[in-house]
């Protein structure tokens, strides 16, 4: 796990061809980096350091800066909830609060179990889905107690697995950086690498 | 909005005042200059501008009214009109300082910048007064450590960032980042990756606030207790400005002081915490005599009458030249100076070597066509041709680092091993060990007649060759310094020949390792040398007529002096602060020499290996304990101050200089330092025009020599603005002035200082010859002759062998380093570098034990495979094993081009 895969290094290195400067890559890396352990290994980090010519230090400080990357392990699904102010009217502080009850955690914490991590977060741009919650950055709304309850039990029995990924996978980040949708067929593995849907 | 005026300036009105500028000058400098001063945190002259704290918001004209602008980002502009003192910029400047104070512990009488701190200045000149945040404070756990040598406390930490951007932009050496956002962002390094570089101290300079702490100063004193002095670092060739701060009689604090031609306000942290060697307590304090077999106290008076004894019988037996002295790169000019003098005109001896055969020849420095550190970094191109400097002249790393980095100076790195400059470097061509000539030969060769360089490739002459073409010798200046103690001096020597003989006007800037080396061969501490460099047949004349005798003919340098003393031709030997046994690239010939020796002196600040086996041991007064004068490598002489006293009876080298040749019935004719200067302005020819009063009177940047050649500095430097090194003018400064006209003023306010006008040095006025007008008259200092240093023979190639190559570490077991409790353990331990295929070839892993052998001795260590390291090279650190252990000296024949070695597996 914890260093990037000869396929992510792969992958990682096609992303920094595409920029002018190396370090522009590092968001990008860190992503991928992100996709594939769920959060940023310091292995990982060091790999993505070396990939963009910086320092690890570097790449951990830029990393701290975003919400969405993550420096520290964190539950199979990271549920953020927003308490700005449309989700706040909508009742949002009390829906975190039963998160948190119904969790035994704290926002911030994982459960023992590693199935859930809890945030509590700004606006999500879903004002129209108040109180909105986002389960690896896939929307869900108006989410209430009940409806928070019900979305714990279809996360934990798997019944969501088609819907949300496991937590780091941004099905974006190849499209955005401009890389061909299919490799050609070359090397060993042969095909076009799968994008990472389970993590089996 | 910039409209130039036909000139290229344009005018601001700053606070009701016009002020002339030029187009790109930031407004926060130009305020300065008029007397305006504007507080500020993040901004720092030395770095690139980010406007990150807004501490310097002002009010600036624009089209569209008035508004707050970061002065430290904005440049000027024709016409602007700035107010930094009115309602909407002080209430700006407050709300910054109120902010910057919410979460900040307020434990100033606790924290080491207690008294000298910008916040604590600025938020009583800049301030509210009062905060509005009733709020719990942010808590963190404090201090952390940072590096071995620094720690940080996060809960006074601005922000500024002058501490990342230092690390990042100066120093190449990212360690240091913000780690997350808000109110919850501190400086981190990454997990098991220290901030260890060779350049923290200075962040610990530069942070506005007691965020960044020293481990070598945390709670030695408060800035109110604190005495300074300006004077020059010695722990090496650069010769960065320093002020010297003491608290009680001891010296606690080192501060980078802005040269703008050396250093630029930064210092390498040996030189900055070096301060504790100082007052190590294994310092020698009293003569000392072999009685018995056994070192013990004697008075100076039976130690100087033995000196004497043990000379005279020389000289009676065996003849001036069966005396030899050895070293003085320790010692200040004037020390040199009367040393010289006593060993030419007293005991009538040319053995004399301040270089331990770990430098370059002595008549090749004195002679090199010169460049100073500003001619190397403004150059087009630098060939760079020595050890790391990173290692060995750190502050000279940095300011060849930051112009090839940032101002486009194309380097081409020669060394033999890539080093910490190959980073910047626009081309890679590592000469061979011993055959450097035949790569320079090679890089200046017409285009048609390149010739194959053997153990380097074609493509790296020919990228190398790219950088340099259509560039004249004017336009390159070449770093030139003993690239490694396993190949010989001359063949350096020999490869700058042939640059100087293929680039005509190329310059050079000798990369000498040892602190006044450069002075040493100034002074003539160099066999055939004389002060002023001219060498001893050729002035003969002219110091006849101004010193009396001198020596018939050329001495034997160090090596030829250890070799006469293990054949037992040597009757007596004097060591000036050197230690051949640890430093001498041959320990077995050193060993030898100085067991066999009947007659050993040493004078030193510490009980060197060496200084054990002498029959008299002298204790010299050691570097913040006496005055006189010290010449960096470019040739530039600055002063040396005194501020704390020598232990026990220390005294200058020069006294004990002038107490032997007492002894020796002659007056060596000056008892005081300044006479001295003044002998040597008037007796060597390179210093005249270096006067005392420019040499003694002047504070800053000091005098190159040769003066005739490169001019007095004309105006004191100017100084940067008091934030820029807090500490600095917040104590009490003795002796001259650190800038002319300029008395110490609080970092909240500033005075005006002077401007430093175009082109910076007027050419020199020379006193008009009035002396000796019928004697001999004044030789030249010598001339660059290529013709003279003739290529050695390359080794003979030996497909089983490496070439060895020594690799010199900042921290090592030299004496100073080892006498400096913060700096001792920092010393890496000894191991081999080879290529990683070479390794598989040999069948070993790496980290495993190998045995190095040579024709001379054989070391066991562990070996790292690397792959920076050239194919058929090993490197190998030096003086990184305990003084009484074998480190890579024992594997060194000094006779050798380069040293051969055999990797062998070790069983077991
Ligand atoms: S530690 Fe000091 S220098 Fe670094 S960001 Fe904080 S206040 Fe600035
Ligand atoms: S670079 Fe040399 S002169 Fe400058 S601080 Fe370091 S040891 Fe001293
Ligand atoms: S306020 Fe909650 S999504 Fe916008
Ligand atoms: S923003 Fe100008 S000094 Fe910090």
Known sequence: ?200 | MSETTGTGELTVTINGKQVVAEPGELIIDVAERSGVYIPRFCYHPRMKPVGMCRMCLVEVSSPRGPSLQPACFVPVADGQEVNTDVDGARKAQEGVLEFLLLNHPLDCPVCDKGGECPLQDQAMSHGPGESRFIEEKRHWAKPIVLGPLTLLDRERCIQCARCTRFAEEIAGEPLIDFFSRGDAIEVATFPDRPFSSYFSGNTVQICPVGALTSAPYRFKSRPWDLEQVETTCTFCGVGCRIVAQSSAGKAVRFLGVDSDPVNHSWLCDRGRYGFEAIHATDRLREPMLRRDGELSPASWNEALREVGAGLRQGLSSQGPTSIGIIGGARLPNEDQYAWSKLARAVIGTDNVDAQLGDGLPAEFVASLPQATIDDACAAKAVILLAGDLHEELPVLHLRLRAAAAHHGLLLVDCSPVPTALSEVAVALAPARPGEAAALMAALVASDDEVPEVPGVSAAAVSAARTVLSGLTGEEIVVVVGRTSVAERPDSLAAAAAALAKGLPGVRFLPALRRANVRGAIDMGLAPGMLPGRVSLDGAREWFESQWGSLPSGRGLDTRAMLEAASAGTLRALVLLGADPLADFPDRELATRALERIPFLVALDTLPSASAQLADVVLPAAGFGERGGTTTNLEGRVTRLAQKVVPPGVARPDWVIAVEIAERLGVDLGFDHLEGIWEEIEQVAPAHRGATVSAVYGQPGDGVVVPVAAVGLPRLAPARLDPMATPGIDSVITQGAPMFAGAAAVGSGGVEESEVIEEGGAAPAELPTESVTPSGPPRPSPLAFDADSWPVPAPPVPDAYSFRLVTRRSLYDHGTLVQASPSLAPLAPSQELRVRPRELDKLGVADGDRVRVRSARGELVLPVAADEAVPAGVALIGLNLAPVDQPGATALLDSDEAAQPVRIETVEG
Do not use: W
């Open chain 1, 1 to 200: 796990m914890a260093r990037l895969s000869a396929e992510n290094r792969r992958k990682a290195e096609a992303i920094v061809a595409v920029y002018p400067e190396r370090r522009s890559a590092l968001i990008p890396l860190c992503h991928l980096a992100q996709g594939q352990d769920g959060y940023l290994t310091e292995e990982a980090m060091e790999d993505v350091a070396e990939l963009c010519g910086v320092s690890p230090a570097e790449v951990r400080g830029t990393a701290s800066f975003y919400d969405m990357l993550h420096t520290e392990p964190v539950g199979r699904y990271v549920i953020a909830v927003c308490t700005n102010i449309a989700c706040m009217l909508a009742g949002a502080y009390e829906v975190l609060g039963h998160a948190e009850e119904r969790l035994g955690i704290h926002s911030g914490q994982t459960t023992p179990d590693g199935l859930f991590t809890v945030e509590e977060a700004e606006c999500l741009a879903g004002c129209d889905k108040a109180v909105c919650v986002q389960v690896n950055h896939r929307f869900f709304g108006p989410v209430d107690e009940e409806g928070f309850d019900r979305l714990v039990e279809d996360l934990a029995e798997g019944r969501l697995e088609g819907t949300v990924p496991p937590h780091g996978v941004l099905c974006r980040v190849e499209r955005s950086v401009g890389l061909p949708a299919e490799e050609p067929a070359a090397g060993p593995a042969g095909g076009a690498p799968a994008r990472r849907g389970g993590d089996s």
